[in-house]
């Protein structure tokens, strides 16, 4: 926690002067300035902020990010927006695989300033911006890629109305997820599944396989037709 009458650092010159810049794991192709044991990043938090999962690559973003680099054809020429984008991973791959235009939005604005200094050590431009834009109409994007947003029962409620919405428009959604608690996995279709690295789960950076998904034309607890609960 900040100490009384200490100054909030400046976010991107503190991120320069405390997050070393390393590969990814499982990503060497991509570099991000990530927190250490020494990185301090209590000095940077502000009352009422947001925690700094900006700060780490998590297994959602990251399976993203290797699957998008192995398939660019799913972003080559496209608009894609990272939502929940955190350190920018899944925007930078969409970038380097050869989307159009990458925009990354993330509720907290030391994400943006990590965003902005990753894009520009990975030479991809992102437009970024800090907003919730999960109770707005759907993005003016082709599409939506979400990692790691449902570690908490309420946000996964949240997050999978918005991308109904945004399915409904006609945006492509993918989503990237280490089968955390609160994923609906009985709404999603698997498409792909990577090893990367997690920071999240407790497993303290270890390996996990986590998944790329697809929405499923079906919500969860509904009885579609041809099941087998539907003739039961």
């Known amino acids: 926690m900040k100490r009384p009458g200490m100054s909030q650092p400046e976010p991107a010159a503190f991120i320069e002067a405390n997050l070393p810049i390393s590969p990814v794991p499982s990503i060497p192709e991509i570099l991000l300035h990530t927190a250490g044991p020494t990185s301090g990043l209590w000095r940077l938090a502000g009352r009422g902020d947001p925690p700094p999962y900006w700060a780490y690559p998590w297994a959602g973003g990251a399976v993203l990010a290797r699957h998008l680099l192995d398939r660019p054809e799913m972003v080559t020429g496209r608009r894609v927006l990272d939502l929940g984008a955190g350190s920018g991973l899944v925007a930078i791959a969409a970038a380097k695989a050869g989307a159009r235009a990458v925009t990354a939005v993330d509720i907290d604005a030391n994400a943006i300033a990590a965003i902005g200094l990753n894009a520009a050590i990975n030479g991809v431009n992102i437009v970024a911006w800090a907003a919730d834009i999960i109770e707005e109409p759907p993005p003016a994007t082709d599409l939506l890629v979400v990692g790691d947003l449902f570690y908490d029962p309420s946000l996964a409620l949240r997050v999978m109305a918005f991308l109904r919405r945004c399915q ?11 089968e955390r608690a609160y994923l609906p996995q009985g709404e999603l279709s698997r498409i792909a599944t990577h090893a990367v ?7 303290g950076g ?19 037709p041809g099941d087998p609960a539907a003739t039961a």
Do not use: H, N, W, Y
């Open 168 to 178: 409904a428009s006609g945006i492509e959604v993918l989503i990237g997820d280490p």
């Open 197 to 203: 690295a997690d920071f999240g789960g407790g497993t």
């Open 206 to 224: 270890g390996a996990v396989q986590a998944g790329v998904f697809a929405l499923s034309g079906k919500v969860e607890g509904e009885i579609m």
